[in-house]
């Protein structure tokens, strides 16, 4: 069966191709501004952090209208075991194996990034030119940025050098309107305790049970709720202690904690 894929679907299978673990997306920068460029954005650009910025000036005063930047990733997280692909994982394929067309769907492209989120970031510079082209009065900014997978570098940046009225993600969310979302924090606690030999466990202080007693109290402890977002959680994450030893007392423990914040 052939498929004729729309304009924004070929975008889409141009950006999967190009290999984007955080850090090396500049094939995928260089894709998107080509796409801008090819629909006649006013500016199309690589910026200092290397993400792709694509600028529409709308209507007949655009700086009377308001600014809506439209944003996405172009970064991916690493492709795993190819052999436990159904198709590989750079190809863009397009089809109906695995069952996805009785989950309601029918054909569906596959590839790292197909949903998270290169087909967003593909349709967003079609819609911008779209809503250009239907009497949009503004400026529409349209954004590809880096590193979201680790850390948000590239949005970061852009903070720094675009301002808009409003801004528009594209991660997806099974295509229902999110108002926001709620920051994080990683928390990194050190807890002091006393190193002795096991065998004289009455000299020391294990830093385990110290721990204990500050994840009991984390278990308990009242955070902000309520709001659009429903409050701030906290997780923790991870306990090791040191020295890395069977025998010996603790005489630290770190224990890493997610704390997730409504503003």
Not at 2 to 21: F, K, V, Y
Not at 139 to 145: D, E, F
Not at 179 to 198: C, D, N, S, T
Not at 237 to 243: I, K, V
């Amino acid at each position: 069966m052939s498929i004729q894929l729309s304009a924004e679907a070929l975008l889409t299978r141009d950006l999967i191709s190009c290999h984007t673990p955080s850090g090396r997306e500049r094939a995928a920068a260089d894709c998107l501004v080509q796409a801008f460029q090819t629909l006649n954005y006013d500016d199309a650009y690589i910026d200092a952090a290397g993400n792709a910025v694509g600028i529409l000036h709308c209507g007949d005063s655009p700086e009377t209208g308001p600014t809506v930047m439209l944003n996405g990733h172009i970064d991916t997280v690493a492709l795993g075991d190819e052999s436990l692909w159904a198709h590989p994982p750079l190809s863009g394929a397009v089809s109906d194996e695995d069952g996805s067309s009785q989950k309601g769907g029918g054909p569906r492209m596959w590839g790292r990034g197909a949903c998270d989120m290169k087909a967003a970031v593909a349709c967003m510079a079609y819609a911008a030119k779209d809503a250009a082209d239907a009497g949009f009065n503004g400026t529409l900014i349209v954004t590809g940025v880096v590193q979201e997978e680790v850390g948000g570098f590239g949005a970061r940046y852009l903070a720094t050098e675009q301002q808009a009225d409003v801004v528009i993600l594209g991660e997806p969310s099974k295509l229902k309107l999110m108002v926001g979302h709620r920051g994080r924090l990683e928390v990194h606690a050190h807890i002091q305790g006393k190193i002795a030999h096991a065998a004289s466990n009455n000299l020391g202080l294990n830093a385990l049970y110290e721990a204990a007693e500050v994840l009991k109290t984390l278990e308990i402890l009242e955070l902000p709720t309520g709001g659009r977002l429903h409050g701030s959680s906290l997780t923790p994450t991870n306990l090791a202690s040191s020295p890395d030893s069977h025998n010996v007392v603790p005489g630290e423990a770190r224990l890493v904690i997610d704390y997730r914040n409504i503003p």
